[in-house]
Protein backbone atom coordinates (compact mmCIF):
# COMPACT_ATOMS: atom_id res chain seq x y z
CA UNK A 1 0.00 0.00 0.00
CA UNK A 2 1.12 3.58 -0.52
CA UNK A 3 -0.68 6.48 -0.14
CA UNK A 4 -1.11 9.22 -2.96
CA UNK A 5 -1.64 12.22 -1.53
CA UNK A 6 -3.90 13.48 1.65
CA UNK A 7 -6.18 16.21 1.53
CA UNK A 8 -8.33 18.40 3.97
CA UNK A 9 -12.11 18.15 2.75
CA UNK A 10 -13.46 20.88 5.57
CA UNK A 11 -17.72 20.49 6.30
CA UNK A 12 -19.00 23.77 6.12
CA UNK A 13 -22.67 25.35 6.68
CA UNK A 14 -22.64 27.17 3.09
CA UNK A 15 -20.19 25.17 1.09
CA UNK A 16 -21.16 28.33 -1.81
CA UNK A 17 -19.81 30.81 0.29
CA UNK A 18 -17.36 29.03 1.60
CA UNK A 19 -16.01 28.76 -2.29
CA UNK A 20 -16.03 32.49 -2.63
CA UNK A 21 -13.79 32.79 0.77
CA UNK A 22 -10.89 30.24 -0.08
CA UNK A 23 -11.27 31.34 -3.28
CA UNK A 24 -10.30 35.57 -2.61
CA UNK A 25 -7.84 34.71 0.51
CA UNK A 26 -5.94 32.05 -0.81
CA UNK A 27 -5.96 33.06 -4.52
CA UNK A 28 -7.22 29.77 -5.77
CA UNK A 29 -10.24 28.79 -8.38
CA UNK A 30 -12.97 26.46 -8.27
CA UNK A 31 -11.73 23.32 -10.05
CA UNK A 32 -14.82 20.92 -9.36
CA UNK A 33 -18.16 21.36 -7.97
CA UNK A 34 -20.93 18.83 -7.31
CA UNK A 35 -24.23 19.12 -5.59
CA UNK A 36 -27.10 16.98 -4.55
CA UNK A 37 -30.30 17.58 -3.83
CA UNK A 38 -29.30 21.08 -3.61
CA UNK A 39 -26.23 20.68 -1.50
CA UNK A 40 -22.50 20.94 -2.49
CA UNK A 41 -21.77 17.36 -2.00
CA UNK A 42 -18.03 18.05 -2.88
CA UNK A 43 -16.05 20.81 -4.30
CA UNK A 44 -12.58 21.54 -4.54
CA UNK A 45 -10.16 25.05 -4.57
CA UNK A 46 -6.75 24.54 -6.21
CA UNK A 47 -4.53 27.03 -5.17
CA UNK A 48 -0.74 27.70 -6.44
CA UNK A 49 1.11 24.52 -7.69
CA UNK A 50 -1.65 21.96 -6.94
CA UNK A 51 -2.71 22.43 -3.86
CA UNK A 52 -6.02 21.17 -2.88
CA UNK A 53 -9.35 22.28 -0.30
CA UNK A 54 -12.05 19.78 -0.38
CA UNK A 55 -15.28 21.97 0.86
CA UNK A 56 -18.61 20.27 1.62
CA UNK A 57 -21.86 21.30 3.10
CA UNK A 58 -22.68 19.60 6.46
CA UNK A 59 -25.21 16.96 6.55
CA UNK A 60 -26.70 14.49 9.51
CA UNK A 61 -23.41 12.57 9.85
CA UNK A 62 -21.12 15.52 10.11
CA UNK A 63 -19.75 18.33 12.60
CA UNK A 64 -19.00 21.80 10.50
CA UNK A 65 -16.08 23.52 11.40
CA UNK A 66 -14.04 22.71 14.70
CA UNK A 67 -10.67 19.97 15.32
CA UNK A 68 -8.77 20.89 12.50
CA UNK A 69 -6.07 23.88 11.27
CA UNK A 70 -4.85 24.31 8.20
CA UNK A 71 -1.78 25.16 7.87
CA UNK A 72 -0.78 27.42 4.75
CA UNK A 73 2.96 28.02 3.86
CA UNK A 74 3.79 31.07 1.81
CA UNK A 75 5.64 34.12 0.67
CA UNK A 76 3.57 36.89 2.33
CA UNK A 77 1.53 35.77 4.93
CA UNK A 78 0.76 39.53 6.31
CA UNK A 79 -1.43 39.76 2.77
CA UNK A 80 -3.40 36.46 3.36
CA UNK A 81 -4.37 37.34 6.83
CA UNK A 82 -5.61 40.67 5.60
CA UNK A 83 -7.60 39.29 2.76
CA UNK A 84 -9.14 36.71 5.05
CA UNK A 85 -10.09 39.86 7.53
CA UNK A 86 -10.81 41.86 5.12
CA UNK A 87 -13.46 38.77 3.66
CA UNK A 88 -14.98 39.10 7.02
CA UNK A 89 -12.48 36.16 9.02
CA UNK A 90 -11.27 36.64 12.87
CA UNK A 91 -7.90 37.33 13.87
CA UNK A 92 -6.89 34.57 16.10
CA UNK A 93 -3.34 35.39 16.62
CA UNK A 94 -1.93 38.24 14.23
CA UNK A 95 0.98 37.46 11.79
CA UNK A 96 4.50 38.34 13.73
CA UNK A 97 7.94 36.87 13.95
CA UNK A 98 8.09 34.06 15.88
CA UNK A 99 11.23 32.84 17.84
CA UNK A 100 11.25 29.67 15.82
CA UNK A 101 11.94 31.56 12.48
CA UNK A 102 8.71 31.82 10.89
CA UNK A 103 6.55 35.07 9.98
CA UNK A 104 3.05 33.69 11.26
CA UNK A 105 -0.27 34.44 12.35
CA UNK A 106 -3.74 32.85 12.79
CA UNK A 107 -7.59 33.45 11.80
CA UNK A 108 -10.79 31.90 12.26
CA UNK A 109 -13.05 31.79 8.68
CA UNK A 110 -16.37 32.24 8.77
CA UNK A 111 -17.20 28.43 8.73
CA UNK A 112 -15.38 27.97 12.21
CA UNK A 113 -12.30 26.77 10.58
CA UNK A 114 -8.67 27.71 11.98
CA UNK A 115 -5.43 28.80 9.25
CA UNK A 116 -2.12 29.37 10.31
CA UNK A 117 -0.66 31.30 7.34
CA UNK A 118 3.45 31.27 7.76
CA UNK A 119 6.86 31.65 6.12
CA UNK A 120 8.63 28.65 6.34
CA UNK A 121 10.29 27.91 9.23
CA UNK A 122 14.75 28.43 8.76
CA UNK A 123 15.51 27.39 11.85
CA UNK A 124 17.51 23.17 12.31
CA UNK A 125 15.25 21.70 14.27
CA UNK A 126 17.59 21.34 17.57
CA UNK A 127 17.25 25.30 16.88
CA UNK A 128 13.41 25.25 16.83
CA UNK A 129 13.64 22.98 20.04
CA UNK A 130 15.87 25.41 22.14
CA UNK A 131 13.73 28.48 21.04
CA UNK A 132 10.25 26.70 22.17
CA UNK A 133 12.05 25.85 25.83
CA UNK A 134 13.55 22.95 25.10
CA UNK A 135 12.84 19.26 24.75
Known sequence: ???QSICPKLVVEGADSALAFYCEVLGGRVGSRFEHQGRVVFADVRVGDGAVVQVKDAD???TP????IVDVLCDDPDEVMARALASGAEEVF???DQ???ARQGRFRDPFGHQWIVGTAITMSHEDVQAALGGG
Open 99 to 101: PYG
Open 1 to 3: MSV
Open 65 to 68: GRGV
Open 60 to 62: QTD
Open 94 to 96: PVA
